[in-house]
């Protein structure tokens, strides 16, 4: 088994992440998804926790070597950044969503300084839209982001493109397309069925439902 079927295993395990085509989600963006991917659910499973922890430091650390400092993504990926940098020995900070209303109106929170090489530790990243508003944050802070890891993606071209277009490397425990195959091993998901789901994968936005 892969490091990425292993962690996709830890998700479907505790079920962070649910399978429904035949119901499908909807998500904020109004698109209806087969999927919905909760990671805060594995905090609660120390455990697992742990491995997801160890997965992440794994991948910073062979990835990212350069960097000297850790940034969360606010609200999930706060926790997941803390507890890599704990384990990594790194200085930590973290990105609000938008600037603290009282006090110093801080949108980063921890100790930097400018010219520091960052990674960035997210939970989940879908048309990488939200997550590279914080890359932009972290360079305007003087800050030199070298990537962002994050535990599970869905692996849309959108967001390969919008990566690729702001020059950051980005890696991920696990994806769409490894999760979705565990899922039919496992017979939690028909094989007839993965065609349904990897045929959403392509075209989220169009996707109506089977």
Known sequence: MTNKQAVAGKLLQVEA???SPAKPFTWASGWKSPIYCDNRRVLSFPFIRDFIKSEMC???FEQFPEAGLLAGV???GIPWGAMAADQLK???IYVRPKPKEHGLGNQVE???EPGQKVAVIEDLVSTGKSSLQVVDVLRN???EVVGMVSIFTYGFD???KAFADAGIRYAS???YATLIGLAVDKGIVSAEMKDVLMQWSKDPAGWGGI
């Open 141 to 143: 802070a003087g800050l």
């Open 110 to 112: 921890g100790f930097y």
């Open 90 to 92: 790194l200085p930590y």
């Open 17 to 19: 992440v649910k399978l």
């Open 173 to 175: 425990l696990t994806d």
């Open 158 to 160: 959108v967001a390969v």
């Open 58 to 60: 794994n991948v910073v």
């Open 74 to 76: 606010a609200t999930a």
